[in-house]
């Protein structure tokens, strides 16, 4: 009798392995080995192409950075920014945060070419997208971290998502907060991750109404950022200026350090300390750098994990800038 009832019905253990894998395929999660196997060579690929593009030019580093960021923010990382509009499909790259701003569009298509040369058809464009925004921390100076791995690239972009997801930098506190917390960040995750700034270079037209009409920046300061980006709309509107005013090639707490002495760039850049609710998170970056980048990449894969493709769901692209 033993016999014959272990033989009608499945054991316990295969009904859990069973149920085990069933959830998996719904539910994929991230993995840092994710590509181990498929892929082994993915990281040294990813990182010798991101290290050659930055040493070409090093404000590329914090461009693909916001790319990653960009892309998390607006229907998760699904490696939707990097679609190119069709007669089908407007895209994310037109959308205002991203027009004429968003940039290494290139650098992740010479990544994905020297990617497919070693393992075609098995990394996203997503993926690809992450891996760059870390080594490019890395080769700045920044913390390392494990990227999770494992998402699928969208089959969709939305326009109106990006223009209505990514916070502008015209945002107060109140905004920024409320923008973060939508895709499940904290008021620390924002501050840690607004700490990107200490690299890269913004737009005069992204900054001109701070430097010329409000009180909470430094006089030298604004005297300094007015004499590259002229008051008049449409005059110098591309003019660059660096976030970081001190280091702004090198991932440090400077960005922090700076907003003490209202030397923030961005209106939404000095929002942080202005005697709200994150002026003592601030403070705490600006006097322990240790703090601010271990909670910036706790943050970072916080923001790795918003609603990923995984499974079944979405494809592995071949052209990152466009569907198969």
């Known amino acids: 009798m033993a016999a014959s009832s272990s033989s009608s019905s499945p054991s316990p253990i295969f009904t859990l392995a069973f149920l085990l ?10 993995s840092t080995g994710f590509y181990s196997s498929s892929c082994p060579k993915l990281f040294s690929t ?18 693909l950075l916001r790319l ?25 790259k037109n959308a205002v945060p991203n027009r004429n701003s968003a ?20 990394v996203s464009c997503a993926d690809i997208l992450a891996i ?45 907060i409320s923008t973060f917390s939508n895709v499940g960040l904290s008021t620390r995750d924002m ?19 701070r430097i010329y009409n409000e009180t909470n920046i430094d006089p030298s300061f604004a005297r300094t950022r007015q004499s590259n980006c002229p008051r008049t709309n449409g005059t110098g509107d591309n003019n660059l200026a660096p976030l970081d005013v001190q280091t702004s090639t090198v991932f440090d707490n400077n960005y922090h350090k700076n907003l003490l002495q209202n030397r923030g760039l961005l209106h ?8 709200g609710s994150t002026d003592s998170i601030v403070r705490t970056y600006s006097n322990n750098p240790g703090n601010f980048q271990s909670d910036f990449v706790a943050a970072m894969i916080k ?19 466009r569907l198969n």
Not at 68 to 92: A, K, M, P, W, Y
Not at 268 to 275: A, C, T
Not at 305 to 321: A, M, Q, V
């Open 268 to 275: 939404s850049d000095q929002q942080l300390f202005n005697g």
């Open 103 to 122: 940039r290494g569009f290139n650098v992740i298509d010479d990544v994905k070419s020297a990617v497919e040369n070693v393992c075609p058809g098995v």
């Open 132 to 176: 760059a925004a870390r080594d490019s921390v890395v080769t700045l100076g920044g913390p390392n971290w494990d990227v999770k791995l494992g998402r699928r690239d969208a089959r969709t972009a939305s326009q109106s998502a990006a223009n209505n997801g990514i916070p502008p930098p015209t945002s107060n506190l109140n905004r920024l």
């Open 303 to 321: 923001m790795g994990d918003i609603k990923p493709l995984t499974g079944s769901n979405g494809e592995i692209r071949k052209n990152c800038r």
């Open 21 to 30: 894998l069933f959830m998996g395929s719904i539910n994929a999660q991230l």
């Open 68 to 92: 990653f960021f960009h892309d998390c923010f607006v229907n998760g990382c699904d490696g939707s920014i990097l679609l190119d509009d069709t007669s089908s499909l407007r895209g994310e």
């Open 46 to 63: 990813v990182k010798s192409t991101v290290q050659s593009a930055i040493s070409k030019e090093t404000r590329m580093g914090a461009s």
């Open 191 to 209: 501050v840690a991750l607004s700490g990107a700034h200490t690299i890269g270079q913004a737009r005069c037209t992204s900054f001109r109404a």
